[in-house]
């Protein structure tokens, strides 16, 4: 006898609390800060791809939402560090479910996932994205890709974090193979500052 008295009472208690209710999008609220949204493709600090290629991300999504081709690197297309770089890399938003598991399979932390989640499209083709479309905005002093490592850098100081921006030398083999790159005055700006700096002491 008590118990529906008891859920009503839950009920009516319910009823009289105001209401909350979130005014998007006139209201943005800010996501948690591990909130699963669009993915991002990210470089290192000298401009190089971190995508590898090894189509790991392919495999470990379950809603076959990712599609992948590597390409082998070579002295005048250096793309990422190492041998291989993503020559194709394609996510199709239709069928991603935004699980994460292709963020957890990446082995250089290429691939990550944004905040952003506002990715309605008038057409069902906008919604497959490509590798120009999810890799990252380029780092500030970087050149853009393809172009050499760095001197006397191995990939795995790449991965390890001990390059840290552009060297000289890859600003000349720019300068020299791409000379109108819209990257090179940045990357050029941000090599010289300090060693001007250095000199006005």
Sequence with gaps: MLAPVAG???????????TITEQYPF?????????????QLNRYADGLEKCIGCELCAW?????????EGASNSPEAQFSPGERYGRVYQINYLRCIFCGLCIEACPTRALTMTNEFELAGPTREGLIWEKQDLLAPMP??????????????????????EVTGTAEEQIDWVREFR????TLPGAAT??????EQGRTR
């Design 190 to 195: 941000a090599t010289t500052a300090p060693a």
């Design 140 to 161: 500030v002093g970087a050149l853009a890709a393809p172009h050499p490592m760095a001197p006397g850098a191995t990939d795995t100081d790449y991965y390890r974090g």
């Design 27 to 39: 209201e943005r609220v800010p996501t948690k800060p591990r909130f699963h949204g669009r993915h």
């Design 179 to 182: 000379p109108d790159d819209p």
């Design 8 to 18: 009503f009472g839950v009920t009516f208690s319910a009823m009289f609390r105001p």
């Design 60 to 68: 470990a999504c379950p809603a076959d939402a990712i599609y992948v």
